[in-house]
């Protein structure tokens, strides 16, 4: 440690493993006095706080395996498989992300600047747990695969949420997503604001998803908000009130005060929590108001 009028600068060790199974043993041996990082963005941000980092950095940046993506088959459904160390500028610009997963390509355009981008991981973005990203991916039903030490296990993440310590004892390798043929009564929505758009966390970031029947009664619905100050969370009962309404009839003030019930986020420095559900529900209401009555 070296030592520059109060300040303190610390120089930790950095272990590069390349595979999973030699980065979980540092992990076991250094345990709590070391973190695993990729890209390095979220660390980053904690220095500039002047949060201290572990002695120990387990780079996973060798980790070959963790870099791909690809589509796959399973079960008879269509998976676009990405690597936790894919970064967020390859899933904005690659074309197989544009084609198979356009909700994701519009998450990561609205986090950080290309110099960021060019560095910060899905699975980092992830890993920050109030990542932009996630309401997305959980829109979109995505599953994550954990290496926990002995095997590989695959949970979805809008469980894995409801976990504060899901990602302590594991290695995020890899998303899947199912990859849906378009349809014309499908819709998905993604709304970040912020206090300077795209350089920042977000005040409140919300993702939906709504699909129609052809009699326009809605089948299906997804609703995940999340920001700076808090996990994200899905709107559950929200989403139950608005499963089988039919869209002419729908009552928008009754869901309004539906959501303002649910989501109760917590106010802070920059913005109260009636700021944050009142943005919340309007875009959600307006979103809806949106659908298609013909």
């Known amino acids: 440690m070296i030592r520059k009028g109060d300040a303190s600068l610390y120089y930790p060790s950095v272990w590069f493993p390349d595979s999973l199974e030699k980065a979980n043993i540092l992990k076991q041996q250094f ?4 973190c695993y990082i990729a890209g390095g963005t979220l660390l980053q941000t904690h220095w500039e706080k002047g949060i201290q980092c572990p002695e120990n950095l387990i780079s996973i940046e060798n980790i070959k395996d963790m ?5 796959i088959r399973k079960n008879d459904q269509t998976f676009i498989q990405i690597g936790a160390l894919t970064t967020l500028d390859c899933c904005r610009n690659n074309p197989i992300f ?6 994701l390509v519009e998450a990561v355009r609205n986090i950080a600047s290309p110099a960021v981008r060019n560095r910060a991981t899905i699975g980092g973005n992830i890993a920050n747990r109030h990542g932009d990203v996630i309401p997305a991916l959980i829109v979109l039903d995505a599953h994550l695969t954990l290496y926990d030490g002995n095997e590989l296990l695959v949970k979805k993440l809008s469980e894995c949420i409801k976990d504060s310590d899901f990602l302590s004892n594991s290695i995020l390798v890899s998303i899947s997503i199912p990859v849906q043929k378009k349809k014309s009564n499908d819709y998905f929505f993604y709304k970040k604001i912020g206090l300077r758009e795209v350089f920042c966390q977000s005040i409140v970031t919300i993702s939906g998803y709504f699909k129609l029947n052809e009699k326009k009664i809605m089948e299906q619905v997804r609703l995940v908000v999340c920001g700076n100050s808090f996990l994200p969370q899905r709107l559950v009962n929200t989403e139950e009130y608005i499963k089988g309404l039919f869209v002419p009839s729908v009552q928008l003030k009754e869901i309004a005060i539906l959501i303002n019930k649910e989501f109760k986020p917590p106010s802070d420095h920059f913005s109260s929590s009636n700021y944050k559900q009142a943005i919340t529900t309007n875009i959600i209401v307006s979103e809806i108001a949106k659908l298609p009555s013909k």
């Open 31 to 34: 345990y709590n006095n070391s």
């Open 67 to 71: 870099k791909e993506y690809k589509l």
């Open 98 to 103: 544009l084609e198979k997963v356009p909700l």
